[in-house]
């Protein structure tokens, strides 16, 4: 989505130009009634095969009316239901000659829970029956809910308008717990006809099932062309001419809200509506995957703001994610400026009718959790036309908008006690953001900077970097780093917009950073927001095996591959040794070993001074080891090992052209686990593997071998260049050139 391009709340949000037209058609040129209803019909048995064939309406909310006509209540029966909610609700209840009995929120929840019905029903103990609704799509606790209702006596209600397909934290699917189920296929719902609904009884409940009452059909043009005006609007919004057929189409009566019927009786759902519910339900699982990814994202990115607590929204597809504010209103005015347009937010009372004036039941006071919601809530938008570039976006302008000033600041760090001290708390770390790992540059001749970024004096991130300096240009490289809290997207802004000027200055054309960063749609977001490229060559390795080295020797032995267990015991018996080091003399047997291989493999080996001072460095304080496996006298494999922050790492390695036919490297790995656990490590980093399927990759050959071992693999995310200067292109285009000529 272009930076520029405005993001609505609503606004027809479903549609596409494809589909706004296949509505139009439908309403003019309708196909076989008989035949689109069945469809429809079967497939939603097949999601809820425990349910009767389902009623179709005109609006939700004649479903709802519909079925409480006809479950065994009389007129005048309470309706235990959740303030925070649409008058629709309310009406379909009083349409039915029912009385609703409005239930409190649970604490940080958009939903009424079991606890808030208990207190509801000993003030109404001749309630029975619960319409609970899973507001803006989050799940309420719908289990605890429905065992509340069997101890009770109480029929329970499930609505889905806000939540068809979702499901419960224990990934349940929501409607499988209700007597009933009642659906919206209204404008801005998951399943989106413009307007239209139904209602399926759980068999068993009802004695009988209700005859299909005959129905007059509501659809008009206005729900018809609503689409494609709204699609017009959308894509012309920018230029001026959108905003003005918005405005014609308000006055016209074609937009209008949609929160209280126009007639007094229910309707029938046209067979466009049906056709249209059947292509949504056709695209559903993409429809909430994406809603699952933009939710993971504002979970991520404003945890702090939440209505919701983050650990709560894990694998929810939202319709919209509610935030607490202090202003709503005044807060969706200053998004105008950007051109996200959410002024419609859900819900501004305990009991909304939008801008319809509707004499409500409801009484001030009633519900003083679902009032302070109506108050403070600002949602935010899940649809299809809201992207993950767009939705980050929209998280921080919202972090710059409600978050109090930061004051970052950018210095050099020269205390090695500071900067280990700092990187000892994060789970992340690792040695090439070590101190050491700079000493090692240093001892190279390469210039580096150690950078802490600080929030008021607080320490909150650091960043190593290296300044490489080649023919192809030069460029300040931050392996394994920067690392900080990306989250917390202003920090990460703060932190690279000094980056860029500190290294702009030093002559350099770009920079790369490759993070610890766990590689998924957020991060990849986040980065996106930096003006990144993702880089032509590779840092260090971004895929890797990870072993839990917590473990048992003989867990450890049962989580690998037969064969490869197989090998380690053989490699006793074949009366294979192996051997520690410590010692930085040992590294010129490895050097050249390592020049044997690459001859044979024809790839550039590591200079000895390379080599030499990265064992040299971090061997000073017990943090490096070459662990080799020989056959009598015969050298097979060696491993050149990093140990820090509790993880070895499988750097470097060569085997002999003797090791060939033996399990020297077995044994060589074995060792290192038994040597890594003796020092205090916790996991093992087996160091790169390929991608599944990618025969060509630099570590294809060796990816069979480390799988074999068990472990878990862990993918960061992959390098990515800022450019700071035009030469940059001239070095993309290189690195683009030998990379594809050396198969890398």
Known sequence: M??????????????????ALRLLWWYFLPPARSQVQTTLAQQLLDRFPEFSEPYFFATGRDAIQFALQHLPSAAGSKILTQAFSCAAIEEA??????????????????????????????????????????VLGCP????????????????????????????????????????????????????????????????????????????????????????????????????????VLQRFAQNAGIIR????????????LSVGQAAAVLEHLKHLPQQLEHRSTITAIYARLLKEHLLFPAARMSGWSALRVPLAVSDPDGLATKLKQHHFYLTDRWYRAAVDSGSIAWNSTYHPGLCPRAETAARSVFTLPTHMRVSAASAVRLAVLLRQVLAQQAAFSVQEITDKTTWEAWIADRPEAN?????????????????????????????????????????????????????????????????????????????????????????DVVARAVVKQLGTLHAAMHVTADRTVDIDITQSDEQLLANMRKNTRSAIRKAEKEGITTTVSDNPEDIKDFYEQQRLVAQRHKFVPFSYLFLFEQFQTFAKEQQALLISAYRGSDLLATAFVLMYHKQAVYHYGISTAENATLPGAYAVQWRVMIE????????????????????????????????????REVQYLEAQDIPLKPTYWLTRTFELLRKRY???
């Open 93 to 134: 209840i009083l349409g039915a000659k029912m009385k609703p009995v409005f239930v409190d929120l649970g604490e940080r929840s958009t939903n009424l829970d079991a606890a808030t019905l208990q207190v509801a029903y000993e003030k109404n103990p001749t309630a029975r029956i619960v319409l609970v609704q899973h």
């Open 257 to 268: 809200t949609p929160v209280l019927r126009t007639t007094p009786v229910l309707g029938k």
């Open 431 to 519: 040695f090439l953001q070590s101190w050491n790992w700079g000493v090692f540059q240093q001892q190279l001749g390469n210039k580096i900077i150690r950078l802490g970024l600080y929030n008021d004096g607080q320490l909150i991130g650091v960043a190593q970097g290296v300044f490489e300096r080649a023919r192809r240009g030069s460029y300040c490289s931050f392996p394994g780093g920067p690392l900080l809290d990306w989250d917390d997207v202003q920090a990460v802004a703060a932190l690279f917009s000094e980056l860029q000027k500190i290294v702009r200055a030093a002559g350099c054309s770009f920079i790369r950073f490759r993070p610890q960063l766990l590689d």
């Open 742 to 744: 050396r198969h890398l």
């Open 676 to 711: 890594a656990k003796r020092a205090g490590c916790e996991s093992y980093n087996l160091w790169g593997v390929a991608p599944p399927g990618m025969e060509s990759h630099r570590f294809a050959g060796v990816s069979v071998f480390k799988r074999g071992f068990g472990g």
């Open 140 to 243: 309420a606790d719908i289990a605890s809910i429905r065992a509340w209702c069997d101890e009770h006596n109480l029929l329970l209600i499930e609505d889905l308008a806000q939540s068809f397909g979702g499901l419960t934290t224990t990934g349940e699917s929501l409607g499988s717990f209700g007597h009933v189920i009642v659906t919206s296929f209204g404008r801005d719902k998951i399943l989106d006809a413009v307007a239209g609904g139904c209602c399926l009884f759980r068999r068993g409940v009802l004695q009988t099932e209700p005859e299909r009452p005959e129905l007059q059909e509501r659809s008009t043009f206005q729900h018809a062309i609503y689409p494609l005006l709204t699609v017009l609007i959308r894509n012309t919004f920018s230029s001026g001419f959108g905003k």
């Open 2 to 19: 272009k930076k520029n391009q405005p993001v609505f709340g609503s606004l027809g949000s479903n549609y596409s130009l494809g589909f």
